[in-house]
């Protein structure tokens, strides 16, 4: 197990160089010059734009830029963006806000997405079950950004109940609707995923050995159905945590959130080299290493699966 | 038989019927299947896959996937208590306590997330409310009990690290960890090689000596039943064709049926002989044929066959047959399996027993050629 880490660690090394220099090289070929970019509509002070290209190693070869940026993030310094900012502040106030709202999503995930299968998986065929599926399925039809600014609109704007978009500081309890948007298409499918998985191990031999052992037909359900279903439902979760915490740009756009997501967005559109990649690829590094966190929890669950 | 009686039998099944909606229609699995079970008495179940031998354990159990399997007649007495009539909470604290079983396939079986010891010591834990430490302690003298090399250290293990042949003595353990009183073993060594199976079998029958429990064995493999059950009863599409004492069964059967399928067994007095396969499949069970439902298999087979089902003829005794000519099957076998095993009962005498609803004709022994020449 632990060698099986430190291998899954160490691809890790191959990765992270391959995909920071691809996002570097794309970066670059995006057109647009950053310099003027700065100065907006006007043609910068000729100058300033050689000092600051100068600053930025702006004029040598793509390879040595790449040298110096990879130095840089080696010693945790990932450059400053051209606006002046260090990227590490930009990353302190981005990534809280993020994960907060990815938790919010993946918790809402996992409390109604669970449950909900479940108890449709066990009436499979029945009313409940036709309903969740219904619903679902229209769930995941509607695209994010249509049910972001409808119910900003009626729960926000129209009701009132909360605040239409997040405010400084984007407390917990702004961020339930944009978690709820945000987790919404993952219900659906955590929910599915639930619902298959335990309408087909309901009928497995060993949920029957259970019942003739004479076990309540909740201990039977809980504990020895739901285990067993959950080992598919993990491996969705773990991969959507991921993909959570890459921020979401339309979810984060439509309730003003500043996180990751409108960060990179924000970034690309003005050709910041730094701050793209940089964000890009801790979010590399968090993919990885929430794949090899569901990996090793596969083990866990399911003690057929070794790692030598 | 008045509930909770005092002389009642220790299991009784009633006239059960199981049927299966399905697409295809009504499959009637088991269609009026009657026995009993004595304290200490071990019964075989026989059959070919799909007669309803496993259904029938099913429903005693109560395990019956429903829907599509339902119960819809019949009653299964326990001590005298119809178990189809109990509430759920009830019914639950029979299974495991009072009646076990032991099913084919150990390893689809157990739990394969959980550890042998955890399933073995969770019989304590929820029956008994034994303490972590208690149900181990418990369920490593249960292994020890089974014969499971090294118990201690193997309690820890998961199902897939053990053999088929351990696999199954675990099953056995978590069957018998509370001393029930009806053990029902559903094709217990199928899954298994010969010499394991031999191995299990023993093991049982070790189990029998120590407990004074009723084994309800089911199979399919007439070499395993032979020195382990009291009595037999041969199932076919869903009935009982017929039902004896051990060694009757195995001198001189009252079905064609079941002389089929001895015929069908290697024996050492008959080295060099052919063996024969009784023809054709067993009917799809949406699609009974009328009359005697074994009747397009049957060498034997008249006209009342295809249009008459025959009643379980009480033949003797403990003994029935649900053949229209039983008395030609008991003489026709009495003469061909006599070399054989010790015969205990003479044809003769099983024949003159009374109790016979339906006058036998007497030209009933068209396949005798045929059945000379073998």
Redesign the interface.
């Known amino acids: 197990m632990g060698r099986y880490v430190i291998r899954r660690l160490l691809q890790m090394i191959p990765v992270f160089l391959g995909s920071t220099f691809l996002i570097f090289v794309m970066i670059h070929l995006t057109p647009g010059d950053p310099i003027q970019a700065l100065s907006g509509n006007r043609p910068p002070d000729p100058g300033v734009a050689a000092q600051l290209r100068e600053q930025y190693h702006l004029n040598d070869p793509i390879l040595v830029q790449y040298w110096y940026y990879l130095k840089g993030v080696l010693t945790l310094d990932f450059g400053t963006s051209y606006s002046g900012q260090r990227v590490l502040d930009i990353m302190a106030r981005a990534f809280p806000v993020t994960i907060k709202l990815a938790l919010v999503a993946f918790a809402i995930e996992f409390a109604i997405g669970l449950p909900l299968g479940l108890i449709a998986g066990l009436r499979r065929g029945k009313l409940f079950d036709a309903t969740t599926l219904i619903s679902t399925l229209v769930i995941i039809s509607i695209p994010v950004f249509v049910l972001g600014f409808v119910l900003q609109f009626v729960i926000g704007v129209k009701l009132g109940w909360i605040r239409p978009t997040v405010g400084e500081g984007a407390p917990l309890k702004e961020l339930l609707l944009p978690g709820f948007v945000l987790g919404s298409l993952s219900v659906a499918y955590v929910l599915r995923l639930t619902r298959t998985t335990v309408a087909e191990n309901v009928?497995?031999?060993?949920v029957?050995?259970?019942?003739?052992?004479?076990?309540?037909?909740k201990?039977v359900v809980t504990v020895?159905l739901l285990?067993?279903s959950l080992i598919p439902v993990v491996t969705f979760l773990g991969a959507d945590l991921g993909a959570l915490m890459g921020g979401a740009i339309v979810t984060e756009a439509i309730f003003n959130v500043p996180g990751v997501g409108n960060t990179i967005f924000q970034a690309i559109k003005f050709g910041e080299v730094p701050t793209v990649v940089s964000f890009v690829t801790v979010l590399v590094m968090v993919y990885l290493l929430a794949n090899l966190l569901v990996d090793l929890l596969y083990a866990v669950?399911?003690?057929?699966i070794r790692y030598e | 038989m008045t509930p909770g009686s005092p002389h009642a039998p220790l299991l009784e099944v009633d006239d059960l019927q199981v049927e299966f909606r399905t697409r295809d229609g009504v499959a009637k699995a088991v269609n009026g299947v009657s026995y009993t079970l004595e304290q200490g008495q071990t019964l075989a179940v026989l059959g070919e896959s799909g007669s309803g031998k496993s259904v029938t354990a099913q429903a005693i159990m109560g395990i019956i996937d429903s829907p599509p399997g339902f119960v819809t007649g019949g009653r299964v007495l326990f001590r005298g208590q119809d178990l189809l009539t109990m509430s759920v909470g009830e019914r639950q604290a029979v299974r495991g306590e009072k009646i076990s079983m032991v099913f084919q396939d150990a390893l689809s079986a157990l739990n394969p997330v959980y550890s042998v010891g955890f399933q073995i010591a969770e019989m304590f834990r929820t029956h008994r409310g034994m303490s972590r430490g208690e149900s181990k302690k418990r369920a490593i003298e249960l292994m020890d009990r089974v014969k499971i090399p090294a118990a201690k250290d193997r309690f820890g293990d998961f199902p897939h690290q053990f053999s088929g042949g351990m696999r199954q003595r675990i099953m056995i353990a978590i069957a018998i960890a509370l001393d029930p009183e009806v053990l029902i073993a559903d094709e217990p060594t199928t899954a298994l090689d010969v010499t394991v199976q031999a191995q299990i079998m023993q093991l049982l029958r070790e189990l029998l000596q120590e407990m004074s429990m009723g084994l309800i064995l089911i199979t399919h493999d007439l070499g395993v039943v032979a020195d382990v059950a009291d009595k037999i009863a041969v199932m076919y599409a869903g009935k009982i064709v017929e039902q004896a004492p051990v060694h009757q069964i195995y001198a001189n059967p009252a079905h064609p049926y079941t002389e089929g399928l001895l015929h069908s067994i290697p024996r050492v007095d008959r080295k060099g002989q052919q063996l024969s396969a009784i023809k054709g499949l067993p009917p799809i069970l949406t699609r009974i044929p009328a009359g005697c439902a074994f009747n397009p298999r049957c060498p034997y087979a008249q006209d009342v066959c295809r249009s008459e089902e025959p009643p379980l003829f009480q033949i003797g005794g403990d003994r029935r047959s649900a053949c229209h000519f039983w008395e030609d099957v008991l003489a026709r076998t009495g003469t061909a399996f006599a070399t054989g095993t010790g015969s205990e009962t003479r044809p003769s005498e099983a024949a003159a027993a009374p109790a016979k609803p339906r006058k036998t004709p007497t030209t009933a022994k068209p396949a005798k050629v045929n059945r000379a020449e073998r």
Not at chain 1, 301 to 304: A, E, N, T
């Open positions: 009928r497995a031999d060993y029957r050995t259970a019942t003739a052992k004479g076990l309540a037909r201990r020895h285990r067993n669950l399911d003690p057929r």
